[in-house]
C-alpha cells in the first residue's frame, strides 16, 4: 500500500512538473511570437520614415488591404509597436514569475516528498539540475 501510495504521489509529482514546463513553454512561445511582430514593426517603420508623408501605401487591417498615405500608416505604427513593447514586457514578467514559481516549487514540495520516495537516493530527478 505505501509503494502505490508512492508512486502516486510520483505521478503527481511529475505531473506538477509536466504543467510548470508546459505553462513556461507557452509563455516562451508567445515571447518569440511578439517579438517576431515587433521586429516587423521596426522593420516597415525604418522603410517608411524616410518617404514622403502623402506617398501612399498599403496596409493590411482585419484580412483587408486598404490604401492609405505614408502620413496616416506611421503614427498607427508607432502605437501598435509601443503596445507590443509593453505586451512583450508584461510576458517577459509573466515568465519570471512563473520561472521562480517553479524553482520554489523544486525546493519546497519536491524535495520534501523525494525524501519519502523508495528508491528517493537513485530515483533519476534532480532538485538542482537544469531541465
Known amino acids: 500500500m505505501a509503494s502505490q501510495l508512492s508512486a502516486k504521489r510520483q505521478q503527481e509529482l511529475q505531473t506538477q512538473y509536466s504543467n510548470f514546463k508546459s505553462n513556461l513553454q507557452q509563455i516562451a512561445q508567445k515571447i518569440g511570437d511578439v517579438e517576431q511582430?515587433?521586429?516587423e514593426h521596426k522593420l516597415v517603420l525604418e522603410t517608411l520614415e524616410p518617404l514622403q508623408k502623402d506617398r501612399k501605401c498599403f496596409r493590411m487591417i482585419n484580412g483587408v488591404l486598404v490604401e492609405r498615405t505614408v502620413a496616416d500608416v506611421v503614427p498607427a505604427l508607432k502605437t501598435n509597436s509601443e503596445g507590443l513593447k509593453k505586451v512583450l514586457d508584461d510576458l517577459l514578467k509573466q515568465y519570471k514569475i512563473k520561472q521562480e514559481e517553479m524553482e520554489k516549487w523544486k525546493v519546497r514540495d519536491?524535495?520534501?516528498?523525494?525524501?519519502?520516495?523508495?528508491?528517493?537516493?537513485?530515483?533519476?530527478?534532480s532538485v538542482h539540475g537544469s531541465y
Open 37 to 39: 511582430e515587433t521586429e
Open 110 to 125: 519536491f524535495h520534501i516528498h523525494r525524501e519519502s520516495l523508495p528508491g528517493s537516493k537513485d530515483c533519476g530527478w
